[in-house]
């Protein structure tokens, strides 16, 4: 699957759609629209792995970037990953990323509009 | 024979439109009948002088009719010798003769055209006359025209010097470009004027055959822009059929067309000279008076022509100069630029980017583009990033230059204003990486010299205005071209930078495989009761992981095994891979745990090193009893081999180094038996991209479960039978109690 960051909003929010591999070669792409999205101070940023078949400790590490630059900007980050996307849960799992952003199981869940 | 063609001098009255343009490129433009009436002209045989064709006018001016007549019958005896030696000669060296014909003084001017001597009479009386003060000024006037080493001072003094000599209320020069589309370079008016300066016209506003004709005639002159054409008679020469060809008079008459948009302008009368570089027509001065007939005499003409071939010859050698200036200007800045290069060879793209001098600096751009290890970075006006990853490959591809963006390349319309002309050069090394540089539009580039919208002197129809839109149209989509010596400046900057980054990378991979065998333990420290086993291998792909693996020997005895992971490859990730090492091997010294040690590094990768990741996984073994404590930070689970089983440690796990700015990490207990094994490894040895993580595990737990021997033999195996991606560092470390 060819490595594409896609911008969409989803709940009034911006939403950037990760697909294919995240790996060393793609992240730059990725921390590029995450700065460019960052720049206009959204109030809330999702990153959406849903569609992202691959991720390594760059990826990873981008992630964690991503969350300490949205932190700084006021922006709540949170990354979509669905527990079927076993792949990149794992690893996110793993490294326990969710103690440092918010990791959800799809974009209309999140934790901002549930029961809001 | 009813229009003849505009062929009269001035740029801004070449207003025609496309129906008079299609006429005047039709008509013949050399013979249209008729002449001007501020003097007479005669053709007249040889060696006879009899009269065959007269203007009409003839007999006014030269107070007797000439039909039936020789010159004879008109001259005085000496003016007849004068004539006949003259005729003799060279024509040119003689004119004017100085007569005087009906009691009035006259210069009478000759040429030959058909096989008959065209004689041009024209009234001293009349004429402006510079006087002989300015004469006495030329040689001054000439060493004036000379000094400029520059292109722009050669004419600018080359339009006040014929303003000066000529009196016309504005005195321009008008060079061609290599589709003969006209600007205005210079400019001396009166001051009350709208400037004119830096106005461009379309190469339709002087037809082809006029410029034909201004190649070789070098000074035109409509002394009063309201007259009536005085016909020649008969209209054709008697014997031949043809009418008399006047490419060579000067009392020529134009093209009524022209003579209407002169009328538009406001412009009372006009002349100008041809500036003919090395036979080439380079250029007009082209003069305008506002305030009425205006005829300066006869020997200022000829002064306004000196000047015109004076300043001809010079051209070249002050273009040649500007054009030097400009190669020696664009040498030194690629000189510059590869001299930043040079100097910060591990961050070329901000030597590019940030520094005084940067990649746009280096030629004549709006922007730039400067694409290095992947990443792209843009200076000054550029289309957006996006479209520009799509347009350089596209124009390296199609041979790198361009100065018509939408005529050589479909699909980039949308790119026409900022980006008509685009040159682009490879940087080598394999990773796609470019420089390139962007030129808008033309007509964005032009500027006005005055407001055009306030024109005093124009009207709607004829105006510069709608000259200058007209222009526009022909240049749309098109850029100023790239320059031999700009294309070869940029190829040179891009082969340097190519070089430097190569260089860079080879340097980089050495020191970082230097670094990381650094990190790797030479030979396994001898523990007693306790059996090792490692395995390093590099990653296939020419770089360098951030695996590393230690063993601690602990003063209580115990032994310490780390296996840690540093996100990223490369000389960074080697450099951070080498300060956690050393850090956790301190921390783990203190003795107080896995746990601890781990919470530490944690804080030191917050504080030390932000925005790096790492993960890493100890064990500590106590040899005599087999106590193992164990934590990990977000590391791959370690396997423990017991029997007849294998297990994956799920205690003891905390989140990655680098994502808390304080994190607490809890520490399994477990046992290790005689002859059981735990496996710690680095995520090279499970992570393929065709087969999910968790399935990897399992095939991982029952390597270890599968294999035989002591922990070196076991660690041989695994990786065996996991047969990992070469994409990425493959550490292992197994251990066991003998």
């Known amino acids: 699957m060819q490595f594409a960051v896609h911008r969409a909003a989803g709940h009034g929010r911006p939403a950037l759609r990760v697909r294919g591999e995240l790996d060393i070669a793609t992240v730059p792409q990725l921390a590029q629209c995450v700065d460019a999205e960052l720049a206009a101070g959204p109030r809330s940023l999702v990153i959406d792995l849903t569609d992202t078949v691959f991720m390594d400790s760059s990826g990873a590490r981008q992630l964690v970037r991503a969350a300490r630059r949205a932190a700084e900007a006021g922006t709540s980050l949170q990354v979509v990953c669905p527990r079927e996307n076993k792949a990149v849960r794992l690893v996110i799992d793993l490294l326990e990323l969710q103690r440092l952003v918010p990791v959800v199981e799809s974009a209309s869940l999140t934790d901002g509009e549930v029961g809001s | ?738």
């Not at chain 2, 010079?314 to 500007?322: D, F, K, P, S």
């Not at chain 2, 319309?413 to 040159?423: E, F, I, K, P, R």
């Not at chain 2, 990381?516 to 009761?529: A, F, I, S």
């Not at chain 2, 290790?672 to 040895?685: M, Q, T, V, W």
């Open chain 2, 1 to 738: 024979m009813t229009r003849p063609p505009a062929t009269a001098p001035d740029p801004l009255g070449r207003l025609v439109d496309g129906d008079a343009l299609a006429r005047c490129a039709q008509e013949p433009i050399a013979v249209p009948g008729a002449i001007q009436p501020h003097g007479a002209l005669l053709a007249v045989t040889e060696p006879d002088l009899a009269v065959v064709v007269a203007s009409a006018n003839a007999a006014d001016v030269l107070g007797t009719d000439p039909s039936g007549a020789t010159l004879a019958d008109l001259l005085t005896p000496a003016e007849l010798d004068r004539l006949r030696a003259a005729l003799a000669g060279d024509l040119a060296e003689a004119d004017p003769l100085q007569v005087t014909v009906g009691g009035r003084e006259a210069d009478l001017v000759l040429s030959r055209s058909g096989g008959l001597l065209v004689t041009e009479w024209e009234p001293v009386a009349g004429a402006g006359q510079a006087g002989a003060a300015w004469h006495r000024r030329l040689p001054r006037v000439l060493q004036r025209l000379s000094a400029p080493t520059r292109l722009e001072g050669l004419t600018g003094v080359l339009a006040r010097e014929v303003r000066a000599l000529t009196g016309f209320d504005r005195v321009m020069v008008y060079r061609f470009d290599a589709d003969w589309n006209g600007e205005v370079v210079a400019e001396d008016r009166r001051a009350d004027l709208e400037p004119f300066l830096g106005l461009h016209y379309p190469a339709g506003d002087i037809p082809a055959q006029a410029r034909a004709l201004y190649a070789t005639n070098w000074l035109r002159l409509i002394p009063d822009a309201g007259y009536t054409p005085v016909p020649l008679v008969p209209p054709v020469v008697p014997g031949t059929g043809a009418p008399l060809d006047l490419s060579g008079a000067v009392l020529r008459s134009v093209s009524p067309v022209h003579l209407e948009y002169l009328a538009n302008m406001g412009v009372t009368a006009s002349m100008s000279v041809s500036l003919i570089d090395r036979g080439t027509l380079w250029g007009l001065v082209a003069c305008h008076s506002y305030s009425g007939p205006h005829r300066p005499s006869y020997a200022d003409r000829t002064a306004a022509e000196f000047l015109g071939r004076t300043a001809s010859l010079l051209l070249h050698t002050a273009v040649e100069a500007a054009d030097r200036d400009a190669v020696v200007a664009v040498a030194r800045r690629e000189a510059d630029l590869a001299g930043a290069v040079g100097r910060s060879p591990r961050a070329p793209a901000a030597a590019l980017v940030d520094g005084e001098v940067t990649a746009l600096d280096l030629l004549p751009a709006a922007g730039a583009a400067v694409r290095l290890d992947g990443r792209l970075h843009l200076l000054g006006t550029t289309p957006p990033a996006d479209r520009v990853a799509a347009l350089v490959p596209a124009v390296l591809r199609a041979g790198g230059a361009t100065d018509r963006l939408t005529l050589d390349l479909p699909g980039f319309t949308d790119l026409a204003a900022d980006a008509s002309g685009v040159l682009a050069v490879e940087v080598g090394g394999g990773r796609g990486d470019y420089l390139a540089w962007f030129r808008p539009e033309t007509p964005r580039e032009v500027s006005w010299g005055g407001d055009p919208r306030t024109s005093k002197v124009t009207d709607g129809r004829l105006s510069p205005r709608r000259s200058f839109d007209r222009w526009t149209e022909t240049v749309r989509g098109t850029a100023r071209p790239w320059r031999g010596h700009e294309v070869a400046a940029a190829r040179s900057l891009a082969r340097h930078l190519g070089e430097a980054v190569l260089a860079r990378a080879g340097e980089d991979d050495r020191l970082a495989t230097a670094l990381q065998r650094t990190l790797l333990l030479e030979e396994l420290p001898k523990v007693p009761g306790v059996a090792l086993g490692a395995r390093y291998r590099p990653s296939e792909a020419d770089v360098v992981g951030g695996d590393w693996y230690d063993l601690v020997p602990l003063p209580s005895g115990r032994l310490a095994v780390v296996l840690g992971d540093v996100a990223g490859h490369g000389l960074s990730a080697a450099s951070v891979t080498a300060q956690l090492r050393h850090a956790l091997r301190a921390a783990l010294l203190r003795d107080e745990g896995p746990a601890a040690a781990l919470a530490e590094l944690n804080r030191l990768v917050t504080t030390l090193l932000p925005g790096e990741m790492a993960t890493a996984v100890v064990a500590r073994l106590d040899p005599a009893s087999g106590e193992l404590a164990l934590a990990s930070a977000g590391h791959l689970p370690a396997v423990h081999a017991a029997g007849g089983s294998a297990e994956l440690v799920g205690d003891g796990r905390g989140p990655a180094l680098g994502l808390l700015d304080d994190a607490d990490y809890p520490q399994a207990r477990l046992w290790l038996g005689a002859g059981e094994r735990l496996l710690l490894y680095s995520d090279g040895l499970v992570e393929r991209r065709d087969r999910p993580l968790p399935d990897r595990l399992e095939a991982l737990r029952h390597a270890a479960l599968a294999a035989e021997g002591g922990p070196q033999e076991v660690v041989d195996a695994v990786v065996a039978t996991l047969d990992p991606a070469g994409t990425d560092d493959v550490t292992v470390v197994g251990l066991a109690r003998v």
